[in-house]
């Protein structure tokens, strides 16, 4: 069922999933899942991936959880199958929510409570909460840009990115390349 071409991408797939922190088969499913045409069964799944049925319900679950799969019931027929997000940019506007909220959010919570009890009056403590205030700034500035960024439509999107690099010459601020 899956030629070269899809073997080697679902196989690359899981094996960025599994560097992103995520499990090798939920990252291969939802490759399976993004390349397919039509929607999937969860036994056609495990058996196209050679994988327990078990562990192919398990990872669905997974990837509807993070909010870039689902589940759809296709007329005449009572089973559950499944299907991908097919807009690859909603796609990572979900998954960068879901890591901003799993992981950056309570960092930030966790950065302000420990400015907030920190002791302040030693050299070595005023150096650890300058420290842990400057790690606070980073995260609250890469948020107050994420939240700008994902709210504006696909086509504002890639007419911003195209655009930076001219702009940041025009202002002088790109970095000279090397020659």
Request: hydrophobic share 45%; no cysteine.
């Given at each position: 069922m899956l030629n070269p071409v899809m073997q080697k991408f679902i196989l690359h797939w899981g094996e960025m999933g599994f560097r992103w922190?995520?499990?090798?088969?939920?990252?291969?499913?939802?490759?399976?899942?993004?390349?397919?045409?039509?929607?999937?069964r969860a036994d056609e799944i495990a058996a196209t991936l050679g994988?327990?049925?078990s562990?192919?319900?398990?990872?669905?679950?997974?990837?509807?959880?993070?909010?870039?799969?689902?589940?759809?019931?296709?007329?005449?027929?009572?089973?559950?199958?499944?299907?991908?997000m097919k807009?690859?940019?909603?796609?990572?506007?979900?998954?960068?929510?879901?890591?901003?909220k799993r992981e950056v959010d309570p960092t930030v919570q966790m950065l302000r409570e420990c400015i907030a009890q920190g002791p302040k009056r030693?050299?070595?403590?005023?150096h650890l909460r300058a420290?842990?205030?400057?790690?606070?700034?980073?995260?609250?500035?890469g948020t107050a840009?994420?939240?700008?960024?994902?709210?504006?439509?696909?086509?504002?999107?890639i007419k911003i990115v195209k655009s930076t690099g001219k702009t940041l010459r025009f202002l002088g601020l790109a970095k000279k390349e090397c020659a």
């Open positions: 922190g995520i499990n090798r088969t939920v990252g291969q499913i939802h490759a399976l899942l993004l390349l397919s045409e039509s929607p999937l994988i327990a049925r562990n192919a319900s398990n990872s669905l679950w997974e990837l509807q959880n993070w909010g870039i799969v689902r589940l759809v019931h296709l007329p005449g027929d009572r089973r559950d199958h499944f299907e991908s807009d690859i940019f909603e796609m990572f506007r979900v998954i960068g929510r879901e890591r901003k030693k050299s070595s403590d005023r420290r842990l205030i400057a790690l606070l700034e980073f995260f609250e500035l840009a994420y939240a700008q960024l994902e709210n504006l439509s696909t086509p504002a999107l």
